[in-house]
């Protein structure tokens, strides 16, 4: 049975979880046990439930509770759900955009490198790819468009953080993804090598192949390296990849934005 509890102040302590902790303190890397992430709207909500995510608290709009809200209640259990009016919610930046529902959940743990390649034959590798927004869309593209798996390096933005998992509509909870640990290039692409996997570095470079280029789609595995927002990959990782892929451009354009660019590379590269 629903556990329902009124609100009716904003600096009320069970709001805190979702108006007050930063990303670093639900991250909480000295008790990883105890970390936490925050899914927005019922449809990403969803997602992680059947992703096995636990809930631990949901933040609801009092007139979601009987309507848009009331099956993702039912599916959680007798965990605390908050209620409170528009207005009170309001005062949390960004809740008009998540449809009435906030979901505080525990942060699942992740599949090994290892585990992930050898399921997967095409994988995306992101470089220090920073900006949240664009991690979320790189996954949307991911998951939409064939591709098995997404490897981050330390550099990159968390897939967990509210606007990444926002702006990916849940799908950081469909593709698997895991940070890579070994040094990167070195380690990180001998790992890829192991596992049976040619390297694709995205980059503006003269010598670069089409990214239609038939020997690309007949790889058996293939990683698609993409570098961060402005610099691009650096050549350390240019130089450790088999191929240098450049996306055809016109108008004078020289680069695209790195989401946009994985969307082409995974329309042309992926499983589809």
């Not at 997404?150 to 967990?160: A, E, F, M, Q, R």
């Not at 089409?210 to 570098?227: E, I, N, Q, T």
Request: hydrophobic letters at 45%; aromatic letters at 6%.
């Amino acid at each position: 049975m629903a556990n329902i509890i009124q609100l009716t102040d904003f600096n009320a302590p069970e709001l805190d979880v979702y108006a007050r902790l930063s990303e670093a303190q639900l991250l909480n890397r000295f008790e990883p046990e105890k970390a936490m992430f925050i899914a927005e709207s019922p449809k990403v909500i969803e997602r992680a439930l059947d992703a096995g995510c636990v809930p631990l608290s949901l933040l609801v709009e009092d007139r979601h509770i009987t309507g848009e809200a009331a099956p993702i209640i039912a599916r959680c259990g007798d965990i605390p759900v908050f209620t409170a009016p528009f207005d009170v919610l309001t005062q949390l930046t960004g809740f008009k955009l998540t449809r009435g529902l906030l979901c505080a959940m525990r942060r699942p743990p992740q599949p090994s490198v290892s585990d992930l390649l050898a399921g997967s034959r095409r994988v995306a590798v992101l470089e220090n790819v920073m900006n949240p927004t664009n991690i979320g869309a790189i996954f949307r593209s991911a998951a939409a468009l064939g591709m098995d798996a997404v490897l981050l390096t330390s550099g990159c933005s968390d897939p967990l953080y509210r606007r990444a998992i926002r702006v990916s509509m849940g799908t950081v909870f469909q593709v698997p993804w895991a940070y890579i640990d070994e040094a990167w290039p070195s380690a990180g692409m001998d790992t890829l090598r192991r596992a049976g996997f040619q390297s694709v570095a995205m980059a503006l470079k003269e010598d670069s192949l089409s990214v239609k280029d038939p020997r690309l789609a007949a790889a058996k595995k293939l990683a698609v390296v993409l570098g961060t927002e402005g610099d691009g990959l650096s050549d350390g990782t240019i130089a450790a990849c088999d191929y240098t892929v450049m996306i055809p451009m016109s108008h004078g354009v020289d680069s695209l934005n790195v989401a946009a660019a994985s969307a082409v590379a995974f329309w042309e590269l992926g499983n589809l």
